[in-house]
């Protein structure tokens, strides 16, 4: 996480900060940083993507979204895929639908919600390439138990 946090910073991470981060601390193990729903489909190689929980148009309005939230996935060649959420949430029929069937780490959260003097924490992007780290370094399983 420190060399994540040295690179990003624990403010506003955008998609080309994640890009520009990432190929520093994992080379081509990122396969890319998407939109939610954009990124690419599991190839059964051994690969990190990082995506936003927001897709990149909003549905209903039509426009732009910021971005929300950045989550993890690592995947293998035997075809396994493991989410990484650093509030430790799972997928359910209403957060992240798309992801019903994909195993997240363990439920306990790395990122509070907010700071004490209740400013919103931002430092996802730098805790989504912390776990990537750890599952290039150590595998999926060990990953899990983050």
Not at 45 to 69: F, K, M, S
Not at 72 to 96: C, M, P, Y
Not at 119 to 136: E, I, S
């Amino acid at each position: 996480m420190r060399q994540a946090i040295d690179l990003l910073g624990i403010g506003h991470t955008s998609s080309s900060d994640l890009e520009r981060a990432g190929a520093v601390m994992l080379g081509s193990y990122l396969r890319g940083v998407y939109a939610g729903g954009d990124e690419p489909m599991h190839d059964n190689t051994d690969h990190c993507v990082i995506y936003n929980t927001q897709p990149r148009v909003n549905p209903v309005t039509r426009q732009l979204n910021p971005g929300e939230h950045w989550l993890a996935e690592a995947r293998d060649v035997h075809g396994n895929r493991l989410v990484f959420d650093s509030f430790g949430r799972t997928a359910s029929h209403i957060w992240q639908p798309r992801l019903l069937n994909v195993p997240f780490t363990q439920s306990d959260a790395e990122q509070p919600s907010h700071h004490r003097d209740g400013r919103l924490t931002q430092w996802c992007g730098a805790a989504c390439l912390a776990f990537a780290a750890v599952a290039k370094t150590h595998g999926l399983k060990i990953a899990a138990h983050i």
